[in-house]
């Protein structure tokens, strides 16, 4: 999967985190209203195809949503609901973190690798 379409995935699954907003009664604007600006920050930094930094927002949304559990400002059906959205959403993040770094060894190595033929050619026995 390239990271085109991990970030497509991604993409996805924050409109399903747009389960946070105050539809329904389970929590008010004054609750949505960070955790909508912490979906937009994942959203962006995958975007930038940064996943790193797409899982460190993604923590901070998780951290999020367990405060206003905890404060009983979201019930336990949207905790759950934007939770699960979260864990997917992670799994992807990770995914897509292992393969970038299997694409930049491998930049790596094919630099390393045309160098050395390069080297070769120039040399005289």
């Not at 992807?92 to 292992?98: F, H, M, P, T």
Request: with cysteine; hydrophobic share 40%; aromatic share 2%.
């Amino acid at each position: 999967m390239s990271i085109r379409n991990v970030t497509l995935v991604i993409l996805a699954a924050a409109l399903v985190l747009t389960g946070c907003t105050t539809q329904g009664l389970d929590y008010s604007a004054q609750t949505a209203r960070p955790l909508q600006e912490q979906v937009l920050a994942v959203t962006e930094s995958s975007l930038a195809g940064d996943p790193t930094a797409s899982l460190t927002r993604l923590d901070e949304l998780a951290a999020s949503i367990k405060d206003a559990r905890a404060r009983g400002t979201m019930s336990a059906e949207r905790y759950a609901s934007i939770a699960a959205s979260i864990a997917l959403v992670r799994t992807d993040l990770e995914a897509a973190i292992v393969l970038q770094k299997q694409q930049t060894a491998d930049n790596q190595k094919d630099g390393g690798d045309k160098k050395d033929s390069g080297d070769k050619k120039g040399k005289k026995d």
